[in-house]
């Protein structure tokens, strides 16, 4: 790992420290939670969509726990605005993982995931493809 990766390594304490699109959304479209069990995190995602139904317009988060699993859900937060849900949905670990930019150790890709598999599972849930009240990485 070279200076690159401190760099990475900064940017994933600064969202932890600092994050963005931290709270709740006031009218969110859809807004589901769920957990990563072995290391105790848990996230909230509210999603509020145009009215197209299909666009993100805006992403919140809220919840506790360690420095990857807030910086990834701030991170992320983020980077779906603008997307579509087929797009949120397509996404997988290794577009998280290069959102982050560092390896991330098979004990933390849990705490990686965690937002996207949360905002997936709601939008799946918005779109009668689901039915869960929280999702699990234990799933």
Do not use: W
Not at 65 to 94: H, N, P, V, W, Y
Not at 102 to 126: F, N, T
């Amino acid at each position: 790992m070279g200076m690159g990766s401190d760099m990475y390594r900064q940017q994933i304490l600064d969202h932890y420290k600092s994050p963005r699109n931290y709270g709740e959304l006031e009218d969110p479209t859809f807004t589901h939670v769920g957990e990563n069990p072995m290391c105790g995190d848990e996230i909230q995602m509210d999603v509020k969509l145009e009215d197209d139904e299909e666009t993100i317009k805006h992403v919140a988060f809220s919840g506790d726990g360690c420095a990857i699993s807030q910086a990834s859900a701030s991170m992320l937060s983020g980077k779906l605005a603008g997307k579509t849900i087929d797009e949120l949905l397509e996404m997988d670990r290794d577009d998280i993982v290069d959102m982050l930019g560092v390896e991330i150790s098979p004990m933390r890709i849990k705490c990686a995931v965690l937002a996207e598999k949360v905002a997936q599972d709601g939008a799946k849930i918005y779109r009668g493809e689901l039915d869960k009240s929280k999702t699990s990485t234990e799933d």
